[in-house]
């Protein structure tokens, strides 16, 4: 894991998260991280290196998956729907605040 730590030794910043790591983090496994990839979820960084990394975009992502199904009971395609609307109905608002509405 890389990490870049600020002034507060209490607070690290994470860069990227390997594959194992997410799975760690997510409490699931690789299997379910691939679909995740499959199904464009998440993308990995690079997809020519020994093992996957992702930003911290897709690590939100992939935590946002993992409670959407388990929660919900949502599979991998029902998950990849709900996200994809979260982050346009996300994008709409910035524009709206932006235009002053």
């Not at 030794?9 to 790591?21: A, C, G, Q």
Request: hydrophobic residues 50%; aromatic residues 4%; glycine residues 4%.
């Amino acid at each position: 894991m890389k990490k870049a730590s600020p002034r507060s030794t209490h607070v690290e910043v994470i860069e990227t998260l390997s594959l194992s790591e997410l799975t760690m983090f997510c409490d699931t496994n690789a299997d379910w991280v691939v679909k995740l990839v499959e199904h464009g979820v998440v993308t990995p960084v690079a997809e020519a290196t020994p093992e996957w990394e992702f930003a911290p975009k897709h690590i939100a992502r992939a935590r946002k998956a993992a409670r959407l199904m388990r929660d919900l009971g949502l599979n991998v395609a029902g998950v990849a729907l709900v996200l994809d609307l979260i982050e346009e109905r996300d994008r709409l608002a910035r524009r709206l605040a932006m235009m002053g509405g």
